[in-house]
């Protein structure tokens, strides 16, 4: 499953930056946005396999992206995976539950990235 097209999403940069590393070593081609907003921008210059974003962002949070994602690619929605540092957030809970994609807990743990995103791409 090498060679996707991977944005990764997280106003972290040492968080984003790990991600686009772990990704890249196992032969994707990854690039990395800092908010939601950048990210939509992106999206619009190239199709990607999957986007993996952050749950809480500012200004455009995960729920207020994925919409966003719907409206744009109605028919041809990529691969979305969220992150969280948040095991039960009331303020995301329903989100994610309904969403049904896989989570990605942070910290990361690089086994448990490649693990999910190996699953996200497969589906």
Do not use: C, W
């Amino acid at each position: 499953m090498n060679g996707r097209l991977i944005l990764v999403v997280d106003s972290d940069a040492a968080v984003r930056q790990a991600l686009i590393d772990v990704l890249s070593l196992e032969g994707h081609e990854v690039d990395g946005a800092d908010d939601a907003d950048s990210a939509l921008l992106i999206l619009d210059q190239r199709r990607y396999d999957l986007v993996v974003a952050d749950v809480r962002m500012p200004d455009l949070d995960g729920p207020r992206l994925m919409a966003a994602l719907q409206e744009r690619f109605p028919d041809a929605l990529p691969q979305v995976v969220f992150m969280t540092a948040q095991t039960f957030d009331p303020q995301y809970g329903a989100f994610l539950t309904d969403l049904r994609a896989p989570l990605l807990m942070k910290p990361i743990r690089p086994a448990r990235a490649l693990e999910i995103v190996s699953r996200a791409l497969a589906s």
